[in-house]
């Protein structure tokens, strides 16, 4: 009996050094910022990237209640992480030859718990907690669309909204993820991309790497690093190396979206704060 035919590999970049989606190897996708759509928080941010769409909103640093849970010598930074019901696809007509999504129940998962843990960690390095003994910082963070790379769309997001509020950080954090397909170093991964073993036969599943990261800019202190797969130390130099000059890019549109919020008009500033 003759032998099934071995499915021809996914070319996820071209000889041209261009992805499926029409980027290069170095290219993010598209990012929007905008600062305090939520009137009631002390500090707010809508963010789209790509097709992430994430809203972030501050509170505190306010009274820690339970009262137990406060620490006299600092802040208590608490993230939240959740992704919305309808932010992953349809659990019942999943895409051909697609793993059916797991995230669609509104309960917090093993996964929501474990982004909120490693980003709350992340903030503690960023704000000046010390500053605020036996408060809390609670950060809340809604994914209402996902394609990859949602972490670090929470966190950048979260960091405007933290600047936002007032609260005095060392840095804002920015991130972005890189990982291996189909052989190659890229930055920010789309679905698609980031699902490469089910591309793929199972035979090519070790080449498939993600590599959220995010960092402080200024210092390049590194404060969220995780990785799935294996890389040689001569591919993760490349893949940091890329990061680094990725999150340049969204260190500047972080800083562009609270500027445009917060520069006043000359003739406002003339007329006592007024646009007449």
């Known amino acids: 009996m003759a032998a099934k035919k071995k499915e021809e590999k996914t070319e996820f970049v071209n000889k041209q050094g261009k992805r499926l989606d029409g980027r290069t190897t170095d290219q993010v996708r598209p990012i929007k910022i905008q600062v305090g759509v939520v009137p009631r928080a002390?500090?707010?941010?809508?963010?789209?990237?790509?097709?992430?769409?994430?809203?972030?909103?501050?509170?505190?640093?306010?009274?820690?209640?339970?009262?137990?849970?406060?620490?006299?010598?600092?802040?208590?930074?608490?993230?939240?992480?959740?992704?919305?019901?309808?932010?992953?696809?349809?659990?019942?007509?999943?895409?051909?030859?697609?793993?059916?999504?797991?995230?669609?129940?509104?309960?917090?998962?093993?996964?929501?718990?474990?982004?909120?843990?490693?980003?709350?960690?992340?903030?503690?390095?960023?704000?000046?907690?010390?500053?605020?003994?036996?408060?809390?910082?609670?950060?809340?963070?809604?994914?209402?669309?996902?394609?990859?790379?949602?972490?670090?769309?929470?966190?950048?997001c979260a960091a405007v909204a933290v600047a936002d509020a007032g609260i005095p950080m060392r840095d804002l954090i920015s991130g972005v993820a890189v990982g291996k397909a189909g052989g190659k170093i890229i930055v920010d991964m789309n679905k698609f991309e980031e699902d490469a073993p089910d591309a793929v036969d199972e035979e090519d599943a070790p080449d498939a790497v993600d590599i959220p990261m995010a960092i402080l800019p200024n210092t390049e202190e590194i404060v969220l690093l995780q990785m799935d797969g294996l890389l040689s130390k001569k591919e993760w130099l490349e893949a940091r190396g890329k990061a680094f000059e990725a999150i340049k890019q969204v260190y500047e549109l972080q800083k562009q979206a609270l500027l445009k919020k917060y520069e006043q008009p000359v003739e406002a500033a003339e007329n006592g704060g007024v646009v007449q």
């Open 42 to 156: 002390d500090g707010s941010c809508y963010l789209e990237w790509g097709q992430n769409k994430v809203i972030a909103a501050v509170y505190g640093p306010r009274e820690c209640l339970p009262k137990h849970t406060a620490s006299p010598y600092k802040a208590m930074v608490r993230y939240s992480y959740r992704m919305a019901t309808f932010s992953v696809p349809d659990r019942k007509n999943p895409k051909p030859g697609r793993r059916v999504p797991d995230r669609k129940n509104p309960k917090p998962g093993r996964r929501d718990i474990e982004i909120s843990k490693v980003s709350s960690e992340a903030f503690e390095r960023a704000i000046f907690t010390e500053r605020f003994p036996n408060t809390a910082i609670d950060i809340f963070v809604e994914v209402l669309d996902s394609n990859a790379g949602t972490r670090i769309a929470a966190l950048t």
